[in-house]
């Protein structure tokens, strides 16, 4: 009876040991996994709560809700008007006419409909909007979203952030068929099925912030972002030679060879404000690609 006890105790030893193998970590010196058993302690001692690494502090996302809390239905109304009229005036447009024809045009089309294929509808995630209480480029911004929503089938959910969005402008844009989000991504949302990111004249750490998430051949592969001249951010570092700059924006520079982008052309002066130096961007990077960081 006595011997079966001990037996049974062996066994039940080895087999914690085993547990305890695959829980710890190699040390430096030693190539061979070693057991570190823990002295038994108060239960009741808390264990210090670590500060997050810098990374860790960028990585995390944030919750939020609009500073003001404050709405009237009379606001809300105001603001859905101005939105209808910035639609239509938009949808009448020789500049929203030309924007649809160069997404069907054969160049563009073939990235387009790369992504499409795969996925019935494409979720679009838009960053950066602005206020569109405010000024007159986020309301025509918002309106182009909108609008390639209704006229491009492929087009799935809206979902939309911008710290400064009031309450009014929340609502009126959940009214018009967006999800509002309750949580700072700061841009780093990954790409796991296609996305359409629409960043109407974000910062640029926005966009790299967006690329360094996705940094791999099969996450870029699937976005498709409406946003600042790459092009440009490129020609800029070439003419200012400012190396601080390049740090900010290193995914960006190290992307423009697998990048091809389609210019959005304003035509009047009526849209320069809201879309000038925009561009779509598709990336196309092969599996066996050892993406670099040049700067
Ligand atoms: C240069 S403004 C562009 C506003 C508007 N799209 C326009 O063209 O006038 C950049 C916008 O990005 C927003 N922004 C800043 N951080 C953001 C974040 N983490 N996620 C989404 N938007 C952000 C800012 O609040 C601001 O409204």
Same mark, same amino acid.
């Given at each position: ?47 210090? /709560?670590? !500060?997050? *690494?810098?990374?860790?502090? =960028?990585?995390? #996302?944030?919750?939020? &809700?609009?500073? +003001?809390?404050?709405? @009237? ?8 008007? /101005?939105? !209808?009229? *910035?639609?239509?005036?938009? =949808?009448?447009? #020789?500049?929203?006419? &030309?924007?649809? +024809?160069?997404?069907? @045009? ?190």
């Amino acid at each position: 009876m006595c011997k079966n006890y001990f037996l049974v105790f062996l066994i039940t030893m080895a087999a914690s040991a085993e547990t305890l193998k695959c829980e710890h970590h190699k040390t430096a010196e030693d190539d061979d996994w070693t057991i570190v058993l823990r002295k038994r302690t108060n239960p009741k001692r808390k264990f210090p /709560k670590l !500060k997050p *690494s810098k990374q860790q502090q =960028e990585q995390q #996302q944030t919750q939020w &809700a609009p500073t +003001d809390i404050e709405t @009237t239905l009379e606001k809300e109304l105001h603001l859905m008007n /101005k939105m !209808k009229i *910035s639609i239509e005036k938009l =949808e009448k447009s #020789q500049f929203f006419n &030309a924007f649809l +024809d160069q997404i069907h @045009t054969p160049e563009a089309s073939q990235h387009f409909l790369k992504l499409t294929q795969s996925q019935s509808k494409v979720k679009m995630v838009i960053y950066g909007i602005g206020s569109i209480e405010s000024f007159e480029s986020p309301r025509l911004q918002l309106s182009l979203a909108i609008l390639m929503k209704r006229k491009l089938d492929w087009i799935g959910e809206m979902e939309v952030f911008d710290p400064i969005i009031s309450l009014t402008e929340s609502k009126v844009m959940v009214e018009l068929g967006c999800r509002v989000l309750l949580v700072n991504e700061h841009g780093r949302r990954e790409a796991v099925d296609p996305i359409l990111f629409f960043m109407p004249h974000c910062e640029v750490e926005l966009y790299d912030n967006l690329l360094k998430t996705n940094w791999r051949h099969d996450l870029l592969n699937k976005i498709i972002l409406l946003g600042n001249s790459f092009e440009k951010y490129e020609h800029h570092r070439l003419v200012s030679k400012n190396q601080a700059l390049d740090e900010s924006r290193k995914h960006l520079l190290a992307i423009q060879e697998f990048t091809k982008e389609f210019e959005i052309k304003t035509l009047s002066d009526d849209y320069f404000r809201a879309f000038h130096g925009s561009s779509w961007h598709f990336f196309s990077v092969d599996c066996d690609t050892d993406l670099q960081l040049t700067c």
